[in-house]
């Protein structure tokens, strides 16, 4: 119950009283509280990355998956997790298209490594039309200037598997440098 309105205005006037003894204890007592709750943290986030790393789950997720959970302790709980989870399920797909460029997404493949001083690329330039060409000789190979040693090496492990010298030529260029 609340206090009158005179215990009020003495406890303004007269100010607060606390001995020394019911301070340490109340100090002491929070303190060995809030320790045991600091050990009870590691000890149950130690579990949970034990946990995260035999499920291969992600850390990210499973956050979001106990904030979930959690609402079902709420009024209404089941209500309001079911009402996350459809809405997940609304976005996950949408965002899974998004992150993956919508099939477009970018090869994880590592590029030249660069020299000095790398120079800017040049643009590309646009196809031209094929036109209908006469049945020439056979077409001498342009030479190319590759870029660094990397490439040279990938496009001659290239020719070689693609036979080049035994007639054929190999139908990709994988770049390294221009004709």
Do not use: C
């Not at 034990?50 to 959970?69: H, I």
């Not at 079902?72 to 609304?90: H, P, T, W």
């Not at 030249?112 to 001498?140: I, L, T």
């Amino acid at each position: 119950m609340g206090k009158s309105e005179g215990a009020a205005v003495r406890e303004a006037f007269d100010g607060p009283e606390v001995t020394l003894d019911q301070l340490i204890a109340e100090i002491t007592a929070r303190v060995k509280e809030a320790r045991a709750r600091a050990s009870d943290s590691s000890e149950s986030s130690a579990k949970t990355t034990k946990f995260l790393d035999e499920t291969g789950l992600n850390s990210q997720a499973y956050r979001w998956a106990m904030t979930v959970l959690k609402k079902m302790d709420m009024k209404d709980g089941q209500n309001k997790a079911m009402d996350i989870i459809r809405s997940l399920e609304v976005l996950t797909p949408l965002l899974r298209e998004h992150v993956n460029g919508a099939g477009t997404g970018e090869m994880d493949l590592e590029g030249p490594k660069p020299k000095e001083e790398a120079k800017p690329a040049a643009k590309p330039k646009a196809a031209a039309k094929p036109k209908a060409a006469k049945p020439k000789a056979a077409a001498a190979k342009p030479k190319l200037k590759a870029v660094d040693s990397e490439t040279e090496e990938f496009n001659a492990a290239v020719d070689k598997t693609m036979g080049e010298g035994k007639g054929n030529v190999t139908p990709i260029d994988f770049g390294g440098g221009s004709a």
